[in-house]
Structures are given as C-alpha cells and as structure tokens.
C-alpha cells in the first residue's frame, strides 16, 4: 500500500534496475487539470536534484473504455504545464 508520507504512489523499477516513483493522477473527463500537493511537488523537486525518477502518470477519462495515459517525467521544470497555488492549512491556535 502507498503511504502518503512518501510523496508518491508507486516504487517501480526500470529494467536495468533503476528505482521509478510514480505519483498517479486521474480525472473522469478530458481535463487538463490535475491537482498536485505541496509535498509531492517537493518530493518531485528533491528527487530531480538527486537524480532520481519521479514521474506522474497523469490518466485522463479514467472510468472510460478507453483512457488516456500521459507520462510527465519533469513537472518541476515543464513548460507544457502552469502552476497555481491554491491550498493553505489553517490551523486554530
């Protein structure tokens, strides 16, 4: 089971051995629109400056018969793709 701690869903290998992280992302419709945490952003940040995979399979038309998958190997530095802040945590004192 993934643990949301690690800032990713999914530890896969390439086939030379190479640990991929795999962070999975879906909506129901043709959106372009995916939601992304803080601390999977920056698991995804941390890991590009160590060298490691981190990719989002972002999954489109997820209940469809025929969904649609697009790989993103880089979305910390991606020009196809724009950020926008939109969580806070709120926490009474």
Known sequence: ASD???????LSFTR???PIHIEVKTTTGKEET???????????????ESNMNYVIYFVK???SDNPKLIKIYD???NEE????????KVTRV
């Open 4 to 10: 949301p701690k690690n800032g990713y869903d999914i």
């Open 16 to 18: 030379e051995g190479e």
């Open 34 to 48: 995916f939601y992304l945490s803080n601390h999977e952003y920056q698991t995804a940040r941390k890991m590009k």
């Open 61 to 63: 038309e997820v209940m």
């Open 75 to 77: 979305i910390t530095d």
């Open 81 to 88: 793709y724009n950020f926008e802040e939109m969580n806070w």
